[in-house]
């Protein structure tokens, strides 16, 4: 079983900043060798990904965050990280973190509580 637990969000004026963590745990769930990354979901939308980074630190990210959001990862700590600067009101949405399965399809279909980023001034 697979535990992924997230935090760091909150409520935060347009143009600032917030830094998500997600603390990943699970018997057959090597940390270091998974892609991981964050998915949202806005109100009244679909689960979107937002990024993922590779066993080699390697990233992606959608287009709509790229130059903003910054994804990285402590494998001792088996926590990644969401570093999201000049945030728009359009980043408000519940933020998760999962494994990376094929492309940006998310792995596991249980999902965390997530952590609300709520962005408005």
């Known amino acids: 079983q697979v535990q992924l637990v997230e935090s760091g969000g909150g409520l935060v004026q347009p143009g600032g900043s917030l830094r998500l963590s997600c603390a990943a745990s699970?018997?057959?769930?090597?940390?270091?060798?998974?892609?991981v990354g964050w998915f949202r979901r806005a109100p009244g939308k679909e689960r979107e990904f937002v990024a993922a980074?590779?066993?080699?630190?390697?990233?992606d990210y959608v287009d709509s965050v790229k130059g903003r959001f910054i994804i990285s990862r402590d494998n001792a700590r088996n926590t990644v990280y969401l570093q999201m600067n000049s945030l728009k009101p359009e980043d408000t949405a519940v933020y998760y973190c999962?494994?990376?399965?094929?492309?940006?399809?998310?792995?596991?279909?249980?999902w965390g509580q997530g952590t609300q980023v709520t962005v408005s001034s």
């Open positions: 999962n494994r990376l399965g094929v492309g940006t399809s998310p792995f596991y279909d249980d």
């Open positions: 699970g018997r057959r769930f090597t940390f270091s060798a998974s892609r």
């Open positions: 980074i590779s066993w080699n630190s390697m990233t």
